[in-house]
Structures are given as structure tokens and as C-alpha cells.
């Protein structure tokens, strides 16, 4: 069975950079889509960044232009570059993982990892 182990959280200044890393573990299956959410304390989750093993991307509104996902399906890593990064961007980011396009298409993801935190403060 497939499970995710996510890295490289931490804190930072606004401004900075972070990368976030995913790898799946357990199996030799290439999963579909991989990607990430993030929940702020008091907000509701929301999707950051998916890319599919034919590598198109989708990204949420609020991180577009600054953050970039990008993949390595030998490793099935995946892997999320944040520069530019705001205080509102301070969340658990959660990685996850969609098993097949049947559930990329229905936006529903069957696969997940534990939070890493990102904080950025001054």
C-alpha cells in the first residue's frame, strides 16, 4: 500500500524560499497525480499545487507565479518550490495523492501523508 512521507517544512522570513518534498513509499505503483494542500488555523483546506505523471500542473489562485511543483516519477517524488512567501502562506501543508484519473477527475484524492508546518514570520 502507498503511503506519503512528506518533508522540508520549517520557518522562514516573508520574502523567502522554501521546498517541500513528497515522496510515496510502500509500492512500486506510479501514482496518477500527486500534490498538495494546506490548512491555516481556522481556515479551510485548500488545494496549492497538483501535477499529474504526464506532468500538467494546476496550481491555487493565491500561490500562482510564486510557487512550482514539479515531479520525478523513477523516485515518485514530488516535490513544491515556494518563493515569494507571505504570512498568510503559514499553514500545515499536507501532501496527497490521487491512485488513478478517476479520482483526479472527480478532484477527490485516496491517498495521503502526515502535515509538515510551514510559518513565515518575521
Known amino acids: 500500500q502507498v503511503h506519503l512521507v512528506a518533508s522540508g517544512g520549517g520557518m522562514v522570513q516573508p520574502g523567502g524560499s522554501l521546498r517541500l518534498s513528497c515522496a510515496a513509499a510502500g509500492s512500486a505503483f506510479v501514482l496518477f497525480a500527486m500534490g498538495w494542500y494546506r490548512q491555516a488555523p481556522g481556515k479551510q483546506r485548500e488545494s496549492v499545487a497538483t501535477?499529474?505523471?504526464?506532468?500538467?500542473?494546476n496550481y491555487g489562485d493565491s500561490v500562482k507565479g510564486r510557487f512550482t511543483i514539479s515531479r520525478d516519477n523513477a523516485k515518485n517524488t514530488v516535490y513544491l518550490q515556494m518563493n515569494s512567501l507571505k504570512p498568510e502562506d503559514t499553514a500545515v501543508y499536507y501532501c496527497i495523492g490521487y491512485s488513478s484519473s478517476f479520482y483526479y477527475n472527480r478532484n477527490e484524492y485516496d491517498v495521503w501523508g502526515q502535515g509538515t508546518q510551514v510559518t513565515v514570520s518575521s
Open positions: 501535477i499529474t505523471n504526464a506532468d500538467y500542473e
